[in-house]
């Protein structure tokens, strides 16, 4: 079965950095774009990242581009978000999403918290 797995996350002071990872399983994960969501608490879950199945193709929310970075290893089926330059408006629970033939995926989510 399709699973997703966050890790990465944690407290980061702002101006900080942190890589998140997404290590999936249960699917070809080479022939699927993967993308990064966040949610906070009492607002909709926003799409962060996404990058196509062969990475050549990424787009950003406008609120992250030039501070995230997307990127994918298909030899170790695992998807990362590099985060620069948080601000404490990054703060949220982050997830890989995965748009499935079965269905849409999530992992369990990984909380970044940007605080002094």
């Known amino acids: 079965q399709v699973q997703l797995v966050e890790s990465g996350g944690g407290l980061v002071q702002p101006g900080g950095s942190l890589r998140l990872s997404c290590a999936a399983s249960?699917?070809?994960?080479?022939?699927?774009?993967m993308t990064w969501y966040r949610q906070v608490p009492g607002k909709e879950r926003e799409l962060v990242a996404g990058?196509?199945?062969?990475?050549?193709?990424?787009s950003y929310a406008n609120s992250v581009k030039g501070r995230f970075t997307i990127s994918r290893d298909n030899a170790k089926n695992t998807v990362y978000l590099q985060m620069n330059s948080l601000e404490p408006e990054d703060t949220a629970v982050y997830y890989c999403?995965?748009?499935?033939?079965?269905?849409?995926?999530w992992g369990q989510g990984t909380q970044v918290t940007v605080s002094s």
């Open positions: 990058i196509s199945s062969l990475g050549d193709t990424i």
């Open positions: 249960g699917f070809t994960f080479s022939s699927y774009p």
């Open positions: 999403n995965v748009r499935y033939w079965s269905g849409s995926y």
